[in-house]
Protein backbone atom coordinates (compact mmCIF):
# COMPACT_ATOMS: atom_id res chain seq x y z
CA UNK A 1 0.00 0.00 0.00
CA UNK A 2 1.50 3.73 -0.74
CA UNK A 3 1.56 5.77 1.88
CA UNK A 4 1.94 8.96 0.26
CA UNK A 5 -0.59 8.19 -2.01
CA UNK A 6 -3.13 8.08 0.99
CA UNK A 7 -1.31 11.23 2.53
CA UNK A 8 -1.71 13.49 -0.68
CA UNK A 9 -5.71 12.35 -0.66
CA UNK A 10 -6.13 13.16 2.86
CA UNK A 11 -4.94 16.76 2.96
CA UNK A 12 -7.79 16.90 0.90
CA UNK A 13 -10.23 15.69 3.35
CA UNK A 14 -9.05 17.11 6.81
CA UNK A 15 -11.15 17.15 9.91
CA UNK A 16 -11.90 20.05 12.25
CA UNK A 17 -8.39 20.55 14.51
CA UNK A 18 -9.66 20.47 18.34
CA UNK A 19 -12.44 18.71 18.07
CA UNK A 20 -12.91 15.09 19.18
CA UNK A 21 -14.82 13.00 17.45
CA UNK A 22 -16.75 9.59 18.85
CA UNK A 23 -17.83 6.13 16.78
CA UNK A 24 -21.24 6.20 18.54
CA UNK A 25 -24.24 4.45 18.50
CA UNK A 26 -25.31 5.50 15.51
CA UNK A 27 -21.61 6.22 13.84
CA UNK A 28 -20.62 9.59 13.38
CA UNK A 29 -23.45 12.10 13.19
CA UNK A 30 -23.46 16.05 13.16
CA UNK A 31 -23.48 18.49 11.25
CA UNK A 32 -22.29 18.03 7.36
CA UNK A 33 -19.79 20.36 7.06
CA UNK A 34 -17.48 18.70 9.95
CA UNK A 35 -18.02 15.38 7.91
CA UNK A 36 -15.73 15.39 5.07
CA UNK A 37 -12.41 14.30 7.02
CA UNK A 38 -14.44 12.30 9.05
CA UNK A 39 -16.03 10.01 6.00
CA UNK A 40 -12.39 10.23 4.47
CA UNK A 41 -11.18 8.42 7.19
CA UNK A 42 -14.48 5.78 7.38
CA UNK A 43 -13.02 4.79 4.14
CA UNK A 44 -9.86 3.74 5.23
CA UNK A 45 -11.34 1.47 8.49
CA UNK A 46 -13.85 0.28 5.88
CA UNK A 47 -10.85 -0.69 3.55
CA UNK A 48 -9.33 -2.16 6.88
CA UNK A 49 -12.50 -4.31 7.94
CA UNK A 50 -13.30 -5.71 4.05
CA UNK A 51 -9.52 -7.17 4.02
CA UNK A 52 -9.75 -8.62 7.78
CA UNK A 53 -12.72 -10.39 6.68
CA UNK A 54 -11.39 -12.08 3.63
CA UNK A 55 -11.92 -9.42 1.34
CA UNK A 56 -16.34 -8.91 1.98
CA UNK A 57 -18.03 -6.60 0.99
CA UNK A 58 -18.41 -3.85 3.89
CA UNK A 59 -21.07 -1.44 3.92
CA UNK A 60 -20.97 2.23 4.39
CA UNK A 61 -24.33 4.21 5.23
CA UNK A 62 -24.49 8.04 4.81
CA UNK A 63 -27.40 9.25 6.74
CA UNK A 64 -28.52 11.50 9.84
CA UNK A 65 -31.58 9.38 9.80
CA UNK A 66 -34.56 11.87 11.84
CA UNK A 67 -31.74 14.68 12.48
CA UNK A 68 -32.23 18.10 10.54
CA UNK A 69 -31.42 18.65 7.03
CA UNK A 70 -28.32 20.58 7.35
CA UNK A 71 -26.72 17.14 9.86
CA UNK A 72 -25.29 14.26 8.12
CA UNK A 73 -23.87 10.89 9.64
CA UNK A 74 -21.50 8.00 8.16
CA UNK A 75 -21.80 4.24 9.85
CA UNK A 76 -20.50 1.11 9.13
CA UNK A 77 -22.16 -2.39 8.06
CA UNK A 78 -20.73 -5.32 8.54
CA UNK A 79 -21.01 -8.11 5.74
CA UNK A 80 -24.17 -9.89 6.95
CA UNK A 81 -25.88 -6.76 7.62
CA UNK A 82 -25.40 -6.26 11.08
CA UNK A 83 -23.45 -3.25 12.99
CA UNK A 84 -20.51 -2.86 13.15
CA UNK A 85 -18.04 -5.10 15.49
CA UNK A 86 -17.57 -3.27 18.69
CA UNK A 87 -13.69 -3.66 19.41
CA UNK A 88 -13.64 -1.99 15.97
CA UNK A 89 -15.87 1.26 17.37
CA UNK A 90 -12.94 1.70 19.00
CA UNK A 91 -10.42 1.91 16.13
CA UNK A 92 -12.61 4.06 14.23
CA UNK A 93 -12.76 6.51 16.47
CA UNK A 94 -9.01 6.58 17.04
CA UNK A 95 -8.27 6.61 12.79
CA UNK A 96 -10.84 9.90 12.82
CA UNK A 97 -9.28 11.52 16.06
CA UNK A 98 -5.49 11.24 14.81
CA UNK A 99 -4.10 14.77 14.39
CA UNK A 100 -2.19 14.65 11.29
CA UNK A 101 -1.70 13.52 7.92
CA UNK A 102 0.95 11.28 8.73
CA UNK A 103 0.24 10.51 11.79
CA UNK A 104 -3.59 8.67 10.77
CA UNK A 105 -0.96 6.66 8.12
CA UNK A 106 0.89 5.25 10.95
CA UNK A 107 -1.79 4.23 12.63
CA UNK A 108 -3.78 3.04 9.58
CA UNK A 109 -0.58 0.63 9.13
CA UNK A 110 0.38 -0.08 12.66
CA UNK A 111 -3.79 -1.32 12.95
CA UNK A 112 -3.22 -3.26 10.06
CA UNK A 113 -0.25 -4.89 11.54
CA UNK A 114 -1.84 -5.85 15.15
CA UNK A 115 -4.58 -7.02 13.54
CA UNK A 116 -2.28 -9.17 10.83
CA UNK A 117 -4.34 -7.26 7.93
CA UNK A 118 -2.27 -8.05 4.67
CA UNK A 119 -2.83 -4.81 2.97
CA UNK A 120 -1.82 -6.14 -0.40
CA UNK A 121 -5.03 -8.45 -0.47
CA UNK A 122 -8.17 -7.39 -2.30
CA UNK A 123 -11.04 -5.12 -0.42
CA UNK A 124 -14.25 -4.56 -1.00
CA UNK A 125 -16.59 -1.00 0.11
CA UNK A 126 -20.31 -0.67 -0.96
CA UNK A 127 -22.17 2.47 0.11
CA UNK A 128 -25.09 4.52 0.16
CA UNK A 129 -26.40 7.59 1.09
CA UNK A 130 -30.17 9.10 1.92
CA UNK A 131 -31.60 12.49 0.29
CA UNK A 132 -29.08 14.78 1.71
CA UNK A 133 -27.62 16.76 -0.84
CA UNK A 134 -24.06 17.09 1.75
CA UNK A 135 -24.20 12.99 0.81
CA UNK A 136 -23.02 14.12 -2.72
CA UNK A 137 -19.78 15.31 -1.49
CA UNK A 138 -19.35 13.06 1.60
CA UNK A 139 -19.00 9.90 -1.15
CA UNK A 140 -16.48 11.87 -3.18
CA UNK A 141 -14.42 11.52 -0.11
CA UNK A 142 -15.07 8.04 0.64
CA UNK A 143 -14.17 6.84 -2.86
CA UNK A 144 -11.50 9.00 -2.19
CA UNK A 145 -9.55 7.24 0.63
CA UNK A 146 -10.73 3.94 -1.06
CA UNK A 147 -8.83 5.02 -4.65
CA UNK A 148 -5.80 5.35 -1.72
CA UNK A 149 -6.08 2.46 -0.94
CA UNK A 150 -6.94 0.08 -4.00
CA UNK A 151 -10.32 -0.64 -2.40
CA UNK A 152 -13.22 -1.87 -4.55
CA UNK A 153 -15.87 0.74 -4.75
CA UNK A 154 -19.18 0.71 -5.50
CA UNK A 155 -21.62 3.14 -5.02
CA UNK A 156 -25.63 2.31 -4.91
CA UNK A 157 -26.07 6.34 -4.63
CA UNK A 158 -30.05 6.97 -3.02
CA UNK A 159 -30.80 4.05 -0.48
CA UNK A 160 -33.00 3.73 2.81
CA UNK A 161 -30.27 2.74 5.12
CA UNK A 162 -32.53 -0.34 5.47
CA UNK A 163 -31.60 -1.18 1.87
CA UNK A 164 -28.15 -0.29 1.99
CA UNK A 165 -28.18 -3.35 4.90
CA UNK A 166 -29.42 -5.75 2.47
CA UNK A 167 -27.35 -5.32 -0.52
CA UNK A 168 -24.39 -5.89 1.73
CA UNK A 169 -25.78 -8.88 3.04
CA UNK A 170 -26.88 -9.89 -0.59
CA UNK A 171 -22.99 -9.09 -1.98
CA UNK A 172 -21.21 -11.49 0.60
CA UNK A 173 -24.18 -14.16 0.20
CA UNK A 174 -24.50 -14.41 -3.49
CA UNK A 175 -23.99 -18.16 -4.63
CA UNK A 176 -23.97 -19.72 -1.30
CA UNK A 177 -26.50 -21.44 0.33
CA UNK A 178 -27.27 -18.55 2.71
CA UNK A 179 -27.91 -16.28 -0.59
CA UNK A 180 -30.21 -13.37 0.84
CA UNK A 181 -31.51 -12.12 -2.56
CA UNK A 182 -30.74 -10.39 -5.53
CA UNK A 183 -27.97 -8.14 -5.78
CA UNK A 184 -29.81 -4.80 -6.56
CA UNK A 185 -32.53 -2.04 -5.70
CA UNK A 186 -34.97 -4.16 -7.50
CA UNK A 187 -34.38 -7.31 -6.17
CA UNK A 188 -35.20 -5.76 -3.00
CA UNK A 189 -38.62 -5.12 -4.14
CA UNK A 190 -39.03 -8.30 -5.75
CA UNK A 191 -38.26 -9.66 -2.53
CA UNK A 192 -40.65 -7.97 -0.56
CA UNK A 193 -43.65 -8.69 -2.65
CA UNK A 194 -43.60 -11.69 -3.44
CA UNK A 195 -42.97 -12.50 0.44
CA UNK A 196 -45.83 -10.06 1.37
CA UNK A 197 -48.11 -11.64 -1.47
CA UNK A 198 -47.36 -15.54 0.05
CA UNK A 199 -47.77 -14.02 3.48
CA UNK A 200 -51.36 -12.81 3.02
CA UNK A 201 -52.25 -16.13 1.45
CA UNK A 202 -55.12 -14.43 -0.73
CA UNK A 203 -56.45 -13.01 2.21
CA UNK A 204 -57.23 -8.35 1.74
CA UNK A 205 -56.03 -5.51 3.58
CA UNK A 206 -58.69 -3.76 4.26
CA UNK A 207 -59.04 -0.07 3.70
CA UNK A 208 -56.18 2.42 2.74
CA UNK A 209 -53.38 3.03 4.79
CA UNK A 210 -51.47 6.35 4.48
CA UNK A 211 -47.68 6.73 4.76
CA UNK A 212 -46.00 9.69 5.76
CA UNK A 213 -42.18 9.47 4.52
CA UNK A 214 -40.73 12.70 6.38
CA UNK A 215 -40.08 14.00 2.96
CA UNK A 216 -36.69 11.54 3.13
CA UNK A 217 -35.26 8.83 1.18
CA UNK A 218 -38.74 6.42 1.94
CA UNK A 219 -40.83 8.28 -0.21
CA UNK A 220 -39.29 7.41 -3.71
CA UNK A 221 -38.37 4.54 -2.56
CA UNK A 222 -41.88 3.30 -1.56
CA UNK A 223 -43.03 4.68 -4.68
CA UNK A 224 -40.70 2.19 -6.62
CA UNK A 225 -42.23 -0.16 -4.40
CA UNK A 226 -45.32 0.58 -5.10
CA UNK A 227 -45.08 0.54 -8.79
CA UNK A 228 -44.24 -2.97 -8.65
CA UNK A 229 -47.22 -4.00 -6.43
CA UNK A 230 -50.53 -5.61 -7.55
CA UNK A 231 -52.71 -3.65 -5.22
CA UNK A 232 -55.60 -5.86 -6.53
CA UNK A 233 -53.96 -8.90 -5.43
CA UNK A 234 -53.71 -7.45 -1.99
CA UNK A 235 -56.22 -4.87 -1.41
CA UNK A 236 -53.77 -2.26 -0.15
CA UNK A 237 -54.53 0.88 -1.19
CA UNK A 238 -51.68 3.18 -0.20
CA UNK A 239 -51.38 6.77 -0.31
CA UNK A 240 -47.85 8.25 -0.04
CA UNK A 241 -47.38 12.09 1.40
CA UNK A 242 -44.65 14.00 2.45
CA UNK A 243 -42.22 12.52 0.13
CA UNK A 244 -40.94 15.50 -1.46
CA UNK A 245 -37.31 15.19 -1.67
CA UNK A 246 -36.42 17.91 -4.13
CA UNK A 247 -36.42 20.54 -0.93
CA UNK A 248 -34.14 19.31 1.36
CA UNK A 249 -34.89 21.48 3.68
CA UNK A 250 -38.27 20.06 4.38
CA UNK A 251 -36.58 16.80 5.58
CA UNK A 252 -37.57 16.04 8.61
CA UNK A 253 -39.71 18.79 9.78
CA UNK A 254 -43.03 18.76 11.16
CA UNK A 255 -43.47 14.90 10.19
CA UNK A 256 -42.18 11.79 10.20
CA UNK A 257 -41.53 9.28 12.63
CA UNK A 258 -39.66 10.72 15.10
CA UNK A 259 -41.69 13.67 15.13
CA UNK A 260 -45.06 11.35 16.04
CA UNK A 261 -43.35 9.57 18.51
CA UNK A 262 -41.94 12.59 20.35
CA UNK A 263 -44.46 14.90 20.28
CA UNK A 264 -47.15 12.76 20.64
CA UNK A 265 -49.32 13.81 17.98
CA UNK A 266 -49.97 13.44 14.30
CA UNK A 267 -47.97 15.79 11.60
CA UNK A 268 -50.31 18.78 10.79
CA UNK A 269 -49.97 18.94 7.76
CA UNK A 270 -52.16 16.95 5.72
CA UNK A 271 -53.91 15.75 9.00
CA UNK A 272 -55.32 12.34 9.19
CA UNK A 273 -59.45 12.10 9.33
CA UNK A 274 -60.63 10.33 12.22
CA UNK A 275 -60.44 6.52 11.43
CA UNK A 276 -57.82 6.43 8.94
CA UNK A 277 -54.69 4.30 9.10
CA UNK A 278 -51.63 6.19 9.34
CA UNK A 279 -48.14 5.57 9.27
CA UNK A 280 -44.77 7.30 9.88
CA UNK A 281 -41.37 6.61 8.32
CA UNK A 282 -38.63 8.30 9.29
CA UNK A 283 -35.58 10.13 7.74
CA UNK A 284 -33.66 6.91 6.52
CA UNK A 285 -36.30 4.56 6.42
CA UNK A 286 -35.78 2.37 9.38
CA UNK A 287 -37.72 3.24 11.83
CA UNK A 288 -42.39 3.13 11.81
CA UNK A 289 -44.82 4.31 13.86
CA UNK A 290 -48.68 3.60 13.40
CA UNK A 291 -51.08 6.16 14.74
CA UNK A 292 -54.89 6.83 14.01
CA UNK A 293 -57.50 9.23 15.29
CA UNK A 294 -60.23 7.65 17.36
CA UNK A 295 -63.63 9.44 16.57
CA UNK A 296 -64.30 9.40 20.05
CA UNK A 297 -61.13 9.58 22.04
CA UNK A 298 -58.68 11.45 19.60
CA UNK A 299 -54.99 10.93 18.39
CA UNK A 300 -53.35 7.49 19.11
CA UNK A 301 -50.04 6.34 18.27
CA UNK A 302 -48.91 2.14 17.94
CA UNK A 303 -45.65 2.79 18.51
CA UNK A 304 -42.32 0.13 18.78
CA UNK A 305 -44.30 -1.72 21.81
CA UNK A 306 -47.12 -2.13 20.04
CA UNK A 307 -46.01 -3.48 16.67
CA UNK A 308 -43.67 -5.85 18.80
CA UNK A 309 -46.73 -6.77 20.91
CA UNK A 310 -48.75 -7.77 17.56
CA UNK A 311 -45.66 -9.08 15.84
CA UNK A 312 -45.11 -11.57 18.99
CA UNK A 313 -48.81 -12.28 19.05
CA UNK A 314 -49.56 -13.23 15.70
CA UNK A 315 -46.31 -15.19 15.50
CA UNK A 316 -47.01 -16.81 18.82
CA UNK A 317 -50.12 -18.19 17.27
CA UNK A 318 -49.06 -19.13 14.33
CA UNK A 319 -46.41 -21.45 15.92
CA UNK A 320 -48.64 -23.34 17.82
CA UNK A 321 -51.29 -23.98 14.95
CA UNK A 322 -47.79 -25.31 13.55
CA UNK A 323 -47.30 -27.16 16.53
CA UNK A 324 -44.04 -26.11 17.09
CA UNK A 325 -44.42 -24.30 20.35
CA UNK A 326 -42.79 -26.65 21.75
CA UNK A 327 -39.79 -26.41 19.35
CA UNK A 328 -38.91 -23.34 18.56
CA UNK A 329 -38.15 -20.54 21.24
CA UNK A 330 -39.82 -17.10 20.65
CA UNK A 331 -38.74 -14.48 22.74
CA UNK A 332 -39.26 -10.49 22.52
CA UNK A 333 -36.40 -7.93 23.28
CA UNK A 334 -37.31 -4.38 24.67
CA UNK A 335 -35.22 -1.48 26.13
CA UNK A 336 -35.96 0.15 29.11
CA UNK A 337 -38.14 2.71 27.28
CA UNK A 338 -40.52 0.11 26.32
CA UNK A 339 -44.16 0.81 28.07
CA UNK A 340 -44.47 -1.33 31.51
CA UNK A 341 -48.01 -2.45 29.93
CA UNK A 342 -46.27 -3.81 27.13
CA UNK A 343 -44.10 -5.55 29.03
CA UNK A 344 -46.75 -6.85 31.11
CA UNK A 345 -48.85 -8.30 28.14
CA UNK A 346 -46.20 -9.85 26.38
CA UNK A 347 -45.43 -11.69 29.52
CA UNK A 348 -48.38 -12.26 31.36
CA UNK A 349 -51.38 -12.69 28.29
CA UNK A 350 -48.99 -14.07 25.48
CA UNK A 351 -47.40 -15.71 28.09
CA UNK A 352 -43.60 -15.13 26.36
CA UNK A 353 -39.70 -14.00 28.01
CA UNK A 354 -39.12 -10.64 27.74
CA UNK A 355 -35.42 -9.75 27.46
CA UNK A 356 -34.12 -6.02 28.61
CA UNK A 357 -31.24 -4.68 26.87
CA UNK A 358 -29.07 -1.18 26.56
CA UNK A 359 -30.27 1.46 24.52
CA UNK A 360 -29.59 0.52 20.51
CA UNK A 361 -30.09 -1.48 18.24
CA UNK A 362 -26.92 -3.78 18.15
CA UNK A 363 -27.89 -4.44 21.94
CA UNK A 364 -31.49 -5.62 20.84
CA UNK A 365 -30.21 -7.56 17.79
CA UNK A 366 -27.93 -9.18 19.77
CA UNK A 367 -29.94 -10.36 22.30
CA UNK A 368 -32.81 -11.42 19.76
CA UNK A 369 -30.36 -14.00 18.36
CA UNK A 370 -29.84 -15.94 20.79
CA UNK A 371 -33.71 -16.76 20.50
CA UNK A 372 -35.16 -19.17 17.40
CA UNK A 373 -37.85 -16.43 16.82
CA UNK A 374 -36.52 -12.87 18.49
CA UNK A 375 -38.88 -10.11 18.05
CA UNK A 376 -37.53 -6.80 18.85
CA UNK A 377 -38.56 -3.47 18.78
CA UNK A 378 -37.40 -0.24 20.58
CA UNK A 379 -40.26 2.34 21.60
CA UNK A 380 -39.23 4.45 19.14
CA UNK A 381 -40.60 2.53 16.03
CA UNK A 382 -36.63 0.75 15.17
CA UNK A 383 -36.65 -2.74 15.15
CA UNK A 384 -37.52 -6.07 13.44
CA UNK A 385 -38.11 -10.33 13.85
CA UNK A 386 -35.29 -12.60 13.38
CA UNK A 387 -35.67 -16.17 12.71
CA UNK A 388 -32.80 -18.52 13.26
CA UNK A 389 -31.52 -20.58 10.19
CA UNK A 390 -33.00 -23.93 12.54
CA UNK A 391 -36.60 -21.61 12.78
CA UNK A 392 -36.65 -21.24 8.93
CA UNK A 393 -35.71 -24.80 7.82
CA UNK A 394 -38.56 -26.10 10.16
CA UNK A 395 -41.05 -24.31 8.61
CA UNK A 396 -40.07 -25.72 5.00
CA UNK A 397 -39.16 -29.43 6.12
CA UNK A 398 -41.83 -29.85 8.59
CA UNK A 399 -44.61 -32.06 7.30
CA UNK A 400 -47.86 -30.75 7.91
CA UNK A 401 -50.54 -32.63 9.66
CA UNK A 402 -53.56 -30.57 8.44
CA UNK A 403 -54.06 -28.26 6.02
CA UNK A 404 -54.58 -25.12 8.97
CA UNK A 405 -50.82 -26.52 10.34
CA UNK A 406 -50.29 -25.84 6.28
CA UNK A 407 -51.16 -22.65 5.90
CA UNK A 408 -49.41 -21.44 9.43
CA UNK A 409 -46.37 -23.29 8.71
CA UNK A 410 -46.53 -21.42 4.85
CA UNK A 411 -47.31 -17.72 6.04
CA UNK A 412 -44.19 -18.10 8.70
CA UNK A 413 -42.20 -18.72 5.90
CA UNK A 414 -42.91 -15.91 4.16
CA UNK A 415 -42.74 -13.97 6.82
CA UNK A 416 -39.10 -14.72 7.50
CA UNK A 417 -38.77 -13.31 3.92
CA UNK A 418 -40.85 -10.35 4.61
CA UNK A 419 -39.25 -9.23 7.80
CA UNK A 420 -35.93 -7.71 7.25
CA UNK A 421 -33.49 -9.94 8.48
CA UNK A 422 -30.76 -7.23 8.43
CA UNK A 423 -32.22 -4.30 10.22
CA UNK A 424 -35.22 -2.73 11.45
CA UNK A 425 -36.69 -1.83 8.31
CA UNK A 426 -39.92 0.60 8.45
CA UNK A 427 -41.23 -0.25 4.48
CA UNK A 428 -40.92 -4.17 5.48
CA UNK A 429 -42.13 -4.11 8.96
CA UNK A 430 -44.91 -1.78 7.29
CA UNK A 431 -46.03 -4.88 5.22
CA UNK A 432 -45.94 -6.90 8.00
CA UNK A 433 -48.49 -4.94 10.14
CA UNK A 434 -50.84 -5.20 7.30
CA UNK A 435 -49.79 -8.66 6.45
CA UNK A 436 -51.23 -9.04 10.51
CA UNK A 437 -54.13 -6.90 10.40
CA UNK A 438 -55.22 -8.70 7.46
CA UNK A 439 -54.62 -11.94 8.93
CA UNK A 440 -56.79 -11.15 12.28
CA UNK A 441 -59.11 -8.57 10.35
CA UNK A 442 -58.10 -6.00 12.91
CA UNK A 443 -59.03 -2.41 12.96
CA UNK A 444 -56.69 0.15 14.08
CA UNK A 445 -59.22 0.31 17.60
CA UNK A 446 -58.88 -3.42 17.94
CA UNK A 447 -54.90 -3.18 17.85
CA UNK A 448 -55.19 -0.42 20.08
CA UNK A 449 -57.59 -2.08 22.66
CA UNK A 450 -54.80 -4.69 23.56
CA UNK A 451 -53.73 -3.14 26.74
CA UNK A 452 -53.47 0.44 27.85
CA UNK A 453 -50.34 2.35 28.14
CA UNK A 454 -49.08 3.49 31.33
CA UNK A 455 -48.67 7.44 30.84
CA UNK A 456 -45.36 8.47 30.67
CA UNK A 457 -43.23 11.16 30.52
CA UNK A 458 -39.31 11.63 28.72
CA UNK A 459 -37.66 14.37 30.04
CA UNK A 460 -34.06 15.83 28.57
CA UNK A 461 -31.94 17.56 31.26
CA UNK A 462 -28.54 19.35 30.10
CA UNK A 463 -26.09 18.27 33.05
CA UNK A 464 -22.56 19.69 32.93
CA UNK A 465 -20.74 16.11 32.21
CA UNK A 466 -22.75 13.38 30.85
CA UNK A 467 -20.43 10.58 31.22
CA UNK A 468 -20.28 11.12 34.94
CA UNK A 469 -23.74 8.99 34.89
CA UNK A 470 -23.47 5.49 34.29
CA UNK A 471 -26.22 2.89 34.49
CA UNK A 472 -26.46 -1.06 35.31
CA UNK A 473 -29.23 -3.45 34.59
CA UNK A 474 -29.60 -2.33 31.11
CA UNK A 475 -29.91 1.19 31.99
CA UNK A 476 -32.38 0.76 34.58
CA UNK A 477 -30.35 1.95 36.94
CA UNK A 478 -27.67 4.75 37.97
CA UNK A 479 -24.56 2.60 39.41
CA UNK A 480 -22.58 6.39 39.28
CA UNK A 481 -23.04 9.10 40.76
CA UNK A 482 -22.80 6.80 43.52
CA UNK A 483 -26.03 7.82 45.64
CA UNK A 484 -28.16 9.25 42.69
CA UNK A 485 -29.95 5.82 42.37
CA UNK A 486 -30.97 5.61 45.92
CA UNK A 487 -32.96 9.32 45.81
CA UNK A 488 -34.57 8.08 42.81
CA UNK A 489 -35.80 4.87 44.36
CA UNK A 490 -36.96 7.04 47.51
CA UNK A 491 -38.97 9.29 44.91
CA UNK A 492 -40.48 6.26 42.71
CA UNK A 493 -41.66 4.43 45.71
CA UNK A 494 -44.46 7.39 46.37
CA UNK A 495 -46.26 5.97 43.47
CA UNK A 496 -48.05 3.55 42.38
CA UNK A 497 -47.46 1.49 39.68
CA UNK A 498 -43.92 3.72 39.28
CA UNK A 499 -40.67 3.17 37.11
CA UNK A 500 -38.35 6.11 36.06
CA UNK A 501 -34.64 5.63 35.16
CA UNK A 502 -31.93 8.27 34.23
CA UNK A 503 -29.26 8.03 31.36
CA UNK A 504 -26.75 9.46 29.20
CA UNK A 505 -27.70 9.63 25.70
CA UNK A 506 -25.73 8.43 23.36
CA UNK A 507 -26.48 10.56 20.70
CA UNK A 508 -26.64 14.25 22.73
CA UNK A 509 -24.36 15.84 25.31
CA UNK A 510 -27.40 15.51 27.94
CA UNK A 511 -29.35 12.83 30.26
CA UNK A 512 -32.56 11.37 29.40
CA UNK A 513 -34.97 10.87 32.35
CA UNK A 514 -37.76 8.44 31.80
CA UNK A 515 -40.99 8.12 34.10
CA UNK A 516 -44.31 6.00 33.66
CA UNK A 517 -46.69 5.98 36.56
CA UNK A 518 -50.70 5.47 36.86
CA UNK A 519 -51.41 8.66 35.92
CA UNK A 520 -50.68 11.22 33.88
CA UNK A 521 -50.16 13.73 36.22
CA UNK A 522 -48.02 11.64 38.61
CA UNK A 523 -45.79 10.74 35.75
CA UNK A 524 -45.24 14.42 34.78
CA UNK A 525 -44.59 14.93 38.74
CA UNK A 526 -41.86 11.67 38.55
CA UNK A 527 -40.05 12.45 35.83
CA UNK A 528 -39.57 16.17 37.10
CA UNK A 529 -38.31 15.25 40.46
CA UNK A 530 -36.08 12.72 38.88
CA UNK A 531 -34.69 15.24 36.67
CA UNK A 532 -34.03 17.72 39.70
CA UNK A 533 -31.86 14.77 41.35
CA UNK A 534 -29.45 14.55 38.33
CA UNK A 535 -29.33 18.19 37.66
C1 LIG B 1 -29.41 5.75 18.03
C2 LIG B 1 -29.81 4.32 17.90
C3 LIG B 1 -31.26 4.15 18.29
C4 LIG B 1 -31.49 4.68 19.69
C5 LIG B 1 -31.00 6.10 19.79
C6 LIG B 1 -31.01 6.55 21.24
C7 LIG B 1 -29.01 2.72 16.26
C8 LIG B 1 -28.87 2.40 14.81
N1 LIG B 1 -29.62 3.86 16.53
O1 LIG B 1 -30.10 6.56 17.11
O2 LIG B 1 -31.55 2.79 18.23
O3 LIG B 1 -32.83 4.62 20.03
O4 LIG B 1 -29.67 6.18 19.34
O5 LIG B 1 -30.51 7.83 21.34
O6 LIG B 1 -28.57 1.98 17.11
P1 LIG B 1 -30.03 8.42 22.73
O7 LIG B 1 -28.88 7.57 23.22
O8 LIG B 1 -29.65 9.82 22.41
O9 LIG B 1 -31.20 8.36 23.67
ZN1 LIG C 1 -33.48 6.20 11.09
Known amino acids: MDREAIITASTQHNIIPGRVYKYGTAGFRMSADLLDGVTFRVGLLAALRSRKLNGQAIGVMITASHNPAVDNGVKIVD?????????????????????????????FIKLADTLKIDLASPGKVIVG??????????????????????????????????????????????????????????????????AFYRALRGRKVSGGLTVDCANGVGGPKLNELLKRHDAQKTGLQVKVINDDVLRPEILNLDCGADFVKTRQRAPPNPKPAPGERWCSLDGDADRLIYYWVDPDTGFFMLDGDRIATLAA???????????????LRIGVIQTAYANGASTKYIEQHLQLPVVCTPTGVKHLHHAACSFDIGVYFEANGHGTVLFSPTAVQTFKT???????????????????????????????????????????????????????????????????????????????????????????????????????????????NACRVYAEAATRSEADELANKVAVIVL
Not at 82 to 102: F, I, K, R
Not at 315 to 326: K, Q, T
Open 79 to 107: PLGDMLEQEWEAYATNLVNAPSHGELVEY
Open 129 to 194: RDTRPSGITLVTALADSLAATNTTFVDYKILTTPQLHYLTRCVNTAGTPGAYGEVSEAGYYSKLLE
Open 398 to 508: KEPQSPAQKDALDILSALADLINQTVGDAISDMLMVEVILAHKAWTMKDWALTYKDLPNRLVRVEVGNKDLFQTTDAERKLSHPVGCQDEIDKEVKKYTAARSFARASGTE
Open 313 to 327: SFIADLSRSAGLEHQ
